[in-house]
């Protein structure tokens, strides 16, 4: 999909992005990356005697996932990521696959003409259909006429 600018968006679209399996290796690498060894990512036998049953990833490790699914529709035009009001509703377990479904929930000008703010409703989901994640993102955009005349 080709990336898509500021003037692209109006209230009430909806957005799916490609999926992406879970796996070990990335609860394994986040953990690393993020220091947060918590058994229930990273020791099978602990998280067997949990609630979920078996490890589940990092929270944040979603939103992590979230925002590189979501970020290819804006790949070219995003300026700014300005604000994340996030919620954690089921676990995300090794072998789940997520995708991202967005809706554009406000479309704002800015007091510079070459730009604008876009506040999207979030939903991670899995391959069950269930929400696993929820959110609204606010991001700043370039606008595509402005973009191409200073090109």
């Given at each position: ?79 700014a990521f300005l604000e994340?009001?996030?919620k954690f509703k089921l ?61």
């Amino acid at each position: 999909m080709e990336s898509l600018y500021f003037d692209d968006f109006q209230p009430g679209q909806r957005f799916v992005t490609k999926a992406r399996t879970v796996t070990e290796a990335d609860i394994v690498s986040f953990a690393g990356l993020s220091w947060d060894h918590n058994q229930l990512h990273t020791d099978a036998e602990y998280a067997s005697r949990t609630p979920y049953g078996r490890r589940i990833a990092h929270g944040l490790l979603g939103i992590a996932i979230h925002s590189g699914l979501a970020y290819q529709l804006t790949e070219k035009s995003i300026l700014a990521f300005l604000e994340l009001t996030w919620k954690f509703k089921l676990p995300i377990f090794i072998g789940d696959t997520i995708h991202v479904e967005q809706y554009v929930k406000e479309v704002r000008e800015t007091s510079k003409p070459d730009r604008g703010i876009l506040v999207f409703e979030k939903e991670l989901i899995n391959q069950r259909g269930e929400v696993v994640q929820t959110g609204t993102t606010t991001i700043l955009l370039a606008k595509r006429n402005i973009q191409k005349e200073s090109a």
